[in-house]
């Protein structure tokens, strides 16, 4: 049976320590700025932070995965191509790449780095993978959210790399790598700013009758009733109107989050490397609690037993969880 690496967020040097702490095999981070999909105020790594992240990770057995899983912009390549030297001259585990022309500066000039390819580069059937193995020496692929586990079993057996699939977190059904909801919404590209739903875009709007308006810049996302929890407004995420259905209707997604702990000793069958949990946006406490619970239910399946794992709805997107299209097609 494989032994699938435990691959966890820290969006912060804080964050780093207490994942590593809890018994993350790998963590991923980024730094602080577009060439990484989470660039938001107050997350990610300096250099030096970087370089102390990976000296504390690297003391306690632990990698660390350097995300570089954004587009680059005509004109500024640059950016991108500063940031694989750092993360390569400073030890990085693996770059996890998007970008055909990062992944081929990253292999040419950096032939023994290891590259991990991003779920932002929407790579779900065997051909593409191949090729970004074949063209640029790609070890491990993350694959999106979209597949069931025997269309990930079959892909396993006809690419020449390891698997990395979501176990826990932001629900993601939206095409990786190409939404542009976001651009326009607000002039900011998730994809080439690193930047989903902007935090200086986003308010809410109390009114008259005590239920909350979420906005992203001039757009109204949700209207929640005074007892309803507000989730954070992303457009994917949001209700509206329509003339073929008056009432207010997630057209998109609802918010909810994955939690496959169920299914880990059928994605280990399916011949999944590893797992990895969403979330380096969200709290430490949010860090610690799930990668403890999910470190204690794969080593258990490791063991044959069944994982047992607490409850985490409370940490959920809108407190609801689902194996999505994990489990079947039929998911809405």
Same mark, same amino acid.
Not at 43 to 59: I, M, P, S, V
Not at 159 to 179: A, Q, V
């Given at each position: 049976?494989?032994?699938?690496?435990?691959?966890?967020?820290?969006?912060?040097?804080?964050?780093?320590?207490?994942?590593?702490?809890?018994?993350?095999?790998?963590?991923?981070?980024?730094?602080?700025?577009?060439?990484?999909?989470?660039?938001?105020?107050?997350?990610?790594?300096?250099?030096?932070?970087?370089?102390?992240?990976?000296?504390?990770?690297?003391?306690?057995?632990?990698?660390?995965?350097?995300?570089?899983?954004?587009?680059?912009?005509?004109?500024?390549?640059?950016?991108?191509?500063?940031?694989?030297?750092?993360?390569?001259?400073?030890?990085?585990?693996?770059?996890?790449?998007?970008?055909?022309?990062?992944?081929?500066?990253?292999?040419?000039?950096?032939?023994?780095? =290891? *590259?991990?390819?991003?779920?932002?580069?929407?790579?779900? $059937?065997? @051909?593409?993978? &191949? /090729?970004?193995?074949?063209?640029? +020496?790609?070890?491990?692929?993350?694959?999106?959210?979209?597949?069931?586990?025997?269309?990930?079993?079959?892909?396993?057996?006809?690419?020449?790399?390891?698997?990395?699939?979501?176990?826990?977190?932001?629900?993601?059904?939206?095409?990786?790598?190409?939404?542009?909801?976001?651009?326009?919404?607000?002039?900011?590209?998730?994809?080439?700013?690193?930047?989903?739903?902007?935090?200086?875009?986003?308010?809410?709007?109390?009114?008259?009758?005590?239920?909350?308006?979420? =906005? *992203?810049?001039?757009?109204?996302?949700?209207?929640?009733? $005074?007892? @309803?929890?507000? &989730? /954070?407004?992303?457009?994917?995420? +949001?209700?509206?109107?329509?003339?073929?259905?008056?009432?207010?209707?997630?057209?998109?997604?609802?918010?909810?989050?994955?939690?496959?702990?169920?299914?880990?000793?059928?994605?280990?069958?399916?011949?999944?490397?590893?797992?990895?949990?969403?979330?380096?946006?969200?709290?430490?406490?949010?860090?610690?609690?799930?990668?403890?619970?999910?470190?204690?239910?794969?080593?258990?399946?490791?063991?044959?037993?069944?994982?047992?794992?607490?409850?985490?709805?409370?940490?959920?997107?809108?407190?609801?969880?689902?194996?999505?299209?994990?489990?079947?097609?039929?998911?809405?």
């Amino acid at each position: 049976m494989i032994r699938p690496d435990l691959v966890c967020p820290a969006g912060t040097p804080t964050a780093l320590r207490d994942a590593v702490d809890a018994g993350a095999d790998s963590v991923y981070c980024g730094f602080q700025n577009a060439t990484n999909a989470r660039n938001f105020p107050g997350l990610n790594f300096t250099l030096d932070e970087f370089r102390d992240g990976l000296d504390y990770a690297h003391k306690h057995g632990a990698k660390v995965l350097l995300a570089l899983n954004t587009f680059p912009p005509a004109g500024k390549f640059g950016l991108w191509r500063e940031a694989v030297d750092a993360g390569a001259s400073m030890g990085a585990d693996a770059l996890i790449v998007a970008d055909i022309g990062v992944a081929a500066y990253a292999a040419r000039a950096h032939p023994q780095q =290891r *590259l991990h390819l991003s779920v932002q580069a929407s790579a779900s $059937s065997p @051909d593409a993978i &191949g /090729y970004y193995c074949h063209e640029f +020496g790609i070890k491990r692929v993350v694959l999106p959210r979209v597949l069931t586990v025997p269309e990930i079993k079959a892909i396993a057996a006809e690419i020449p790399c390891e698997i990395e699939t979501f176990i826990f977190g932001n629900h993601g059904l939206m095409l990786e790598g190409r939404c542009a909801l976001t651009n326009y919404a607000t002039g900011v590209s998730t994809n080439m700013d690193g930047v989903c739903s902007p935090a200086a875009q986003v308010r809410f709007e109390e009114q008259r009758d005590g239920a909350m308006v979420s =906005r *992203l810049g001039t757009h109204a996302i949700d209207c929640f009733a $005074s007892e @309803d929890k507000a &989730g /954070y407004p992303t457009i994917c995420k +949001g209700r509206y109107r329509a003339p073929v259905r008056p009432d207010p209707y997630y057209a998109f997604e609802e918010p909810v989050s994955l939690n496959l702990a169920a299914m880990l000793p059928d994605l280990i069958r399916a011949g999944v490397h590893a797992f990895k949990i969403e979330g380096r946006q969200r709290s430490r406490a949010y860090v610690r609690a799930v990668v403890g619970q999910f470190r204690k239910a794969i080593d258990a399946v490791l063991a044959g037993r069944e994982p047992q794992i607490a409850d985490l709805v409370a940490l959920t997107e809108g407190q609801k969880q689902t194996e999505g299209a994990f489990k079947t097609k039929a998911w809405r």
